[in-house]
């Protein structure tokens, strides 16, 4: 089982956390920190609240007003900033989350920091309270951050606007009009980094949930101006695809209504634990005249602890097929527990989504 993250902020790195307050902060009393980190709730402290603690002991250990406190911040990161983390430096997220809890007053100067912080570690989270206080002034600033020389500062400039930001507070603002994220996109488009352009990609497909026909008006206008506005739409339009959007079908060469033949759909288990793989396979023939374009998916319905069915659809993949041509499908379906995803015991379904269209349901059961 891969190592929970929240344990990776662990001796290693308070270690090379006293080291590098040593040279920076040679005043900062290391041991009254680590005493505070150190509380009776630490052990069940989960990532996001250990980093919160961390920035919280460090604050009440510096014992000083936030203007001044945040420049032995900053001096701490440009320290550790002299060498590459290792994976045990996601204990710095705590200076993001440092600004967020102590810096919403002082919005000039959170600005400035979050600036040099989210070059070491991304300050996505803790922006977005600025939004939420400050919108016209952040989004200017994003704007602004959107032709930083740093690409890390670039992807901020995105990351940290979009509507629907996974683990994060919404934007209720973006959710119901997106106008101000929509320039800070068009500076992105092309950027040479793709980590920027996959966070440009996932901030038009938390668009699109709310505001579809702004996502497929972006879609038409950036087809074919480049492989990366091809891949950035494509990819921000995922949503859109899974609901089988006749626009963006047409956008991209789908045919909603194929001939084709959907034949040898079967599960080798009618029965699977939890942790264990479902395995199925199936058989399409294009019966179309001509090649066509298959968007082929699966979709499970999975039983609930309320006893309803919740429909979860995954992709397959994308392929041209010429007339009368046939593909054997294999895949797996994993019922292993994640944080994401707990699974019940109880009946199950699954089907093969073909250009939109949902075949008939195969039941099984987990136990």
Known sequence: MAELLKNLINDEFFEHLRIKTAISLPDFNYSKFINLVYDKEWEKRELKDRTKHIASSFHFTINEDYPKSIKKILSLLKEVKKEPLTKNGLGYLFFSEYVEKFGLEHFEISIKAIEEITQLMSCEFSIRQFILRYEKETMEQMLKWSKHTSYHVRRLSSEGCRPRLPWSVAIPNFKKDPQLIL???????????????????????????????IVINIAKKWQGVSENTDWIIKHGCRTLLKKADSEIYTLFGINENPNYKLENFEITKPKVKIGEKLPFSFTLTNMNNNSTNFRLEYVVYYLKANGKHSKKLFKIMEKDLNSLESIEVKREQSFQNFTTRKHYKGEHKIGIVTNGKESELICFEVI
Request: aromatic share 6%; no cysteine; proline share 6%.
């Open 183 to 213: 320039p800070i996109l068009e500076n992105l488009k092309n950027d040479e980094y793709e980590f920027v352009r996959k966070s440009v990609a996932n901030n038009l497909n938390d668009i699109s949930k709310d505001n579809p026909e």
